[in-house]
């Protein structure tokens, strides 16, 4: 895969440990992370910028890293996936600002990335090309 080389393996598997958490796949009406491929994907946008596979892996790792700088004693990809989406909720309901920034912004890069897929577009019945909808009897609103 070309992905792999891009990052290696470890990488790439943090990357979609936190898509997955995230993203979660397998509902029945809405695909997730791992069901739209969205690292692969995302790895492609950015794949032509030596710069931006820099910093994914740097983002990566971090996350990867972060239970060891708070006493966790493992890293994040040796959570079980409860432990890794409870980590995240421990962050996101923090008191401190930091880390509630960091987990918005990792939000924010995967739904960027999940959101801007026809798949998706399709399941939440965006249509391109149009910014109003059609009211019956008037214009548009």
Do not use: H
Not at 39 to 47: K, N
């Amino acid at each position: 895969m070309a992905s792999e080389k891009k990052l290696g393996n470890r990488t790439l598997k943090i990357l979609e440990d936190l898509a997955e958490r995230i993203i979660p796949s397998g509902g029945p009406d809405y695909p997730g992370a791992r069901d739209t491929a969205l690292v692969e994907r995302m790895l492609e946008r950015f794949g032509e910028f030596p710069i931006a596979v820099t910093g994914l892996k740097l983002f990566a790792w971090s996350w990867e890293l972060a239970p060891l700088w708070f006493f966790k004693f493992r890293l994040f990809t040796w959570m079980s996936p409860e432990q890794q989406t409870a980590f995240l909720e421990s962050w996101e309901q923090s008191r401190l600002m930091l880390r509630r920034w960091t987990v918005l912004l990792t939000k924010g890069v995967f739904m960027a990335a999940f959101y801007n897929q026809p798949l998706v577009w399709e399941k939440i019945r965006y249509q391109t090309g149009k910014c109003y909808r059609v009211v019956k009897g008037g214009e548009g609103k």
